[in-house]
């Protein structure tokens, strides 16, 4: 099965710029995760969806970030305006079910540069 | 607050020889453990799991992991490494709502 895909691989921007980022899950998972990953760290979660309704964003950075899975498939993440803290990778996961303790499926991540 | 620590930052082992990297934890309730592997440039993937049962967990490429409750740790160990192991793992709890709390990673080196 195809995994999951995320795009663009990487994007370089300044300071003050918006920039979003794009994920597709498995097929069929109705569980999609988005991870800030920074340099030396672990990832960290920032919002989780069940088919296109949020589970959790509490460490979600609303006033800049947003998210979206319309459809309950793919979801979008932006960030305006970007920081220089946010040069991250920024990873997608999906998983057929959450409250089962299932493995979370990882695409490759996008990795941001905030100049 | 539930979290995880990863004690050492890098292990290095020379090809060949056991390894182990270790984890603790800190949990309320019953902990559920994760390992996942993280190559240069790629996204992570999961080696093994601990929900429940065996204290031994056998996962992928040869890994596997010991639970111990008394000392809360699941450290994950390989009887011979391989330089094809060099990388970075991440520990991980995960909650009822299928949140994973990640570690802070070790590098793993395994030199020729």
């Known amino acids: 099965e195809a995994g999951v895909a995320q795009s663009p691989r990487y994007k370089i921007i300044e300071k003050r710029q918006s920039v979003a980022f794009w994920c597709n899950p498995i097929?069929?998972?109705?569980?999609l995760y988005w991870y800030q990953q920074i340099l030396g760290q672990g990832p960290k979660l920032l919002i989780q969806f069940q088919n296109n309704g949020v589970v959790d964003d509490s460490q979600l950075p609303k006033d800049r970030f947003s998210a979206e899975r319309l459809k309950g498939v793919d979801s979008t993440l932006k960030i305006q305006p970007a920081k220089l803290e946010d040069s991250a990778v920024y990873l997608c996961?999906?998983?057929?079910?959450?409250?089962?303790?299932?493995?979370?499926?990882f695409g490759p991540g996008t990795r941001l540069t905030v100049l | 607050a539930q979290s995880v620590a990863q004690p050492e930052d890098q292990v290095n082992v020379a090809e060949g020889n056991p390894l182990t990297v270790k984890c603790t934890y800190s949990v309320s309730g019953n902990p559920y453990l994760f390992w996942y592997v993280q190559y240069p440039n790629r996204g992570l993937q999961f080696l093994l799991k601990y929900i429940t049962g065996d204290n031994l967990v056998k996962g992928s490429y040869g890994f596997e992991a010991e639970f111990n409750k008394s000392q809360t740790s699941f450290h994950l160990k390989k009887p011979s490494a391989l330089v094809s192991d060099s990388a970075l793992y991440f520990c991980?709890?995960?909650?009822?709502?299928?949140?994973?709390?990640f570690g802070q990673g070790t590098t793993l080196q395994v030199k020729p």
């Open positions: 097929s069929g998972h109705a569980t």
């Open positions: 991980a709890v995960i909650l009822s709502t299928g949140k994973l709390i």
């Open positions: 996961a999906s998983s057929s079910d959450a409250g089962a303790y299932n493995e979370q499926f």
